[in-house]
């Protein structure tokens, strides 16, 4: 070999070297990019999923049947206490029930 083509050899490795180096650290950080771009992902479909369920047409009506369930045992109860064919002791235990879920 010719030792006046040595600093041209070296400035090739060089260059070489340094253009690995920066495709590494172009490959790391987009690799690091893509992992947060998974985990915001599923981050946003979980809200989605969160949203929806918040106001799913099926989780309205239930609930609402519910509550309409509630006003009628409650109507109920407060007729029955009204005959008098409650104790006073289910009469004070139905209005602590009545006061928790009003």
Do not use: W
Request: glycine share 2%.
């Amino acid at each position: 070999m010719d030792s006046s083509n040595k600093p041209a050899q070296d400035m090739k490795n060089y260059s070489h070297n340094a253009a690995v180096e920066a495709v590494s650290s172009m490959n790391r950080e987009l690799q690091t990019l893509y992992e947060k771009y998974l985990e915001l992902g599923v981050r946003s479909h979980l809200l989605e999923v969160d949203l929806a369920t918040q106001f799913s047409p099926d989780v309205v009506l239930v609930l609402e049947d519910l509550n309409e369930s509630c006003k009628t045992c409650s109507q109920a109860v407060e007729e029955l206490m009204n005959v008098g064919e409650i104790s006073e002791e289910h009469k004070k235990n139905v209005d602590d029930h009545m006061q928790d879920n009003v």
